[in-house]
């Protein structure tokens, strides 16, 4: 594909990409308000701290959201880009880290080579590629700005738990006939390009990468007949949600999926 055409497609694909403009109110009541959110941070919290280098090193946060990445790896002696293209979300994630080692860019992962080229010796891409219209080479992307040595933390929204969901719902004839994309139309909350653990294991290896770990998130709560728990019961939920985060069969059902990636010093 010649460069004109090449940077025709990309464009392409940034249109249909969504951007979360005018929802951080909606993300910061909706989910970090939640349970849902409480243990999304709990089960990040537990397992990343093994997972991640301990040592201080630049980091980039691509699709921060409201911060709390940023914040997290900041308070760890990181040196944090946050990377947010949703001006307001953008607004409200500085806001959470002032006084931090965090500074903001406005890109999309299309233009992140040209604005952040590192390389990196950290990644951070949380619940961000299931919302873009072509996944596979933003996860490629990343990977390239990955430094030999460097970390990728990459969580991706479950294509099967999505499917498992629709079927407690009752959503039957969905689930059969495997209509599980949202439309990214309004403030509809379901991702355009749901992933599979096959998908993320494939491009790791076609990117050269390694796999540390993979994590479930929230591998019961959204099972539970009544999801509006007392403090007391989320705490135990957490724990359950943590201690079985990564044993096998049970994170498979995450309605999040978190991979560790390593790219090895002899990667090319």
Known sequence: MGRAKH???????????????GLADKFAAGLYGTPRG?????????????????????????????????????????????????????????DRVAGLAVTALDATWQTLAERAPGPWGLIVCHAVLEWL???????????????????????VFNRDALRFSNVVKGNLAKALDDRLEGLGKRQRLTPISPLTDAQVRAWSQEAGLSLVSVTG??????????????????????ELECRYCQQDPHWRLGRYLH??????????
């Open 7 to 21: 940077e025709e497609a990309a464009d392409d694909a940034a249109k249909r990409d969504r951007v979360f403009d």
């Open 38 to 94: 409480a243990i999304r941070l709990a089960v990040l919290e537990h397992v990343l701290p093994r997972e991640l280098p301990a040592d201080a090193r630049p980091a980039l946060d691509v699709g921060a959201g409201l911060g709390q990445m940023s914040e997290w790896l900041a308070r760890r002696g990181h040196a944090v880009t946050l990377v947010e293209p949703s001006r307001d979300m953008r607004e409200r994630a500085m």
């Open 133 to 155: 219209a072509e996944p596979r080479d933003a996860f490629a992307r990343l990977a390239s700005l990955l430094a030999p040595g460097g970390y990728l933390s990459v969580m």
């Open 217 to 238: 998130v929230r591998i019961f709560h959204d099972y539970l007949a009544d999801r509006d728990v007392s403090p007391e019961k989320l705490d135990q939920l957490i």
């Open 259 to 268: 991979y560790t990636l390593f790219k090895p010093e002899t990667a090319s």
